[in-house]
């Protein structure tokens, strides 16, 4: 019982942190993050909140909580941490991947050469037919998301395929030399990513796009119906549209409607919310 009892204090330590931040953005306060350790909040011990909990989860309080029948409360299944404050953005000059979906990955901050994600799956959806293989590949979160939205879409009357998911290391060497022998190095890196700073290998990135533009990753995606749905609804499945036209000087990227990342729902509807880029929403809630 130990173990999923603090995961839980976790979990709603940091539902509280990512509201106080949004609530206290306008006023530019100071976030107290760091300071939120789980052992030393001085209210109330984790043990104590827990059991607070346990006991409104059990219709009738008459048994203790931990004597509770398994299906009355699943103790056994820890509810996902979508942040561990703790963790810096990087970590020995590298993305951190102990912050799981919100790993930060930008022309600054790189993975590992050799990272490829352990639970990259295929995501039951349309791809066109030049995706093959690993490149249709999420993570098996990411890609049970992105199951949910094509499904939707199509439900609304938009044709919307998956161009291009996973891409390992050694592939995006091969893409990146390739633009920079078609396009030059200076123009490439406004599109493309050098080999270690593409999202795409961290398995939590799909680009999408629409019959209306004949499934190209063109910014004519925006105009179109497909492309509007997104913006409008990817964040409530937990993916950002990552490289929007107003960030494209912190990020260094030009505009790619098609370009979907995924932080998870409470996240990525805080960062639609916002309207900020991802790397200035982690700051935040880190500070
Ligand atoms: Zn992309």
């Known amino acids: 019982m130990r173990k999923p009892s603090f995961l839980m204090v976790c979990c709603a330590l940091t539902l509280t942190l990512v509201g106080c931040n949004i609530?206290?953005?306008?006023?530019?306060?100071?976030?107290?993050?760091?300071?939120?350790?789980?052992?030393?909040?001085?209210?109330?011990?984790p043990t104590e909140s827990t059991e607070e909990n346990e006991v409104n989860d059990v219709p009738e309080a008459e048994a203790p909580?931990?004597?509770?029948?398994?299906?009355?409360a699943p103790p056994e299944k820890a509810p996902p941490i979508e942040l561990v404050p703790t963790e810096p953005i990087e970590r020995d000059g590298q993305a951190n991947l102990a912050l799981d979906t919100l790993v930060l990955v930008n022309k600054q901050i790189a993975l590992p050469s050799g990272y490829k994600p352990e639970d990259l799956v295929t995501p039951n959806i349309?791809?066109?037919?030049?995706?093959?293989?690993?490149?249709?590949?999420?993570?098996?979160?990411a890609a049970t998301a992105v199951e949910a939205l094509m499904k939707d879409a199509k439900a609304a009357g938009i044709d919307l395929r998956g161009t291009s998911a996973f891409r390992s290391y050694d592939y995006q060497v091969q893409?990146?030399?390739?633009?920079?022998?078609?396009?030059?190095?200076?123009?490439?890196?406004?599109?493309?990513?050098p080999p270690g700073h593409s999202e795409h290998q961290t398995g939590l990135?799909?680009?999408?796009?629409?019959?209306?533009?004949?499934?190209?990753?063109?910014?004519?995606?925006e105009q179109t119906k497909e492309g509007k749905w997104?913006?409008?609804?990817?964040?409530?499945?937990?993916?950002?549209?990552?490289?929007?036209?107003?960030?494209?000087?912190?990020?260094?990227y030009m505009y790619e409607p098609w370009h979907l990342r995924y932080i998870g729902v409470e996240h990525a509807t805080n960062v639609h919310e916002m309207n900020v880029p991802f790397e200035?929403?982690?700051?935040?809630l880190m500070d």
């Open 230 to 252: 997104l913006a409008d609804n990817a964040h409530t499945y937990g993916f950002i549209v990552r490289y929007q036209r107003a960030y494209e000087a912190e990020t260094g």
């Open 175 to 193: 893409l990146f030399n390739a633009y920079v022998a078609r396009d030059g190095k200076e123009q490439a890196l406004k599109y493309s990513a």
């Open 126 to 141: 349309d791809f066109v037919d030049s995706a093959t293989g690993e490149r249709r590949m999420l993570r098996q979160e």
């Open 65 to 72: 909580a931990e004597e509770a029948p398994a299906e009355e």
């Open 23 to 45: 609530s206290e953005q306008a006023e530019t306060e100071q976030p107290t993050v760091s300071e939120q350790e789980p052992t030393t909040t001085p209210e109330e011990s």
């Open 280 to 284: 200035q929403y982690l700051e935040q």
């Open 205 to 221: 990135a799909i680009d999408i796009s629409s019959a209306s533009v004949g499934y190209q990753l063109t910014q004519g995606l």
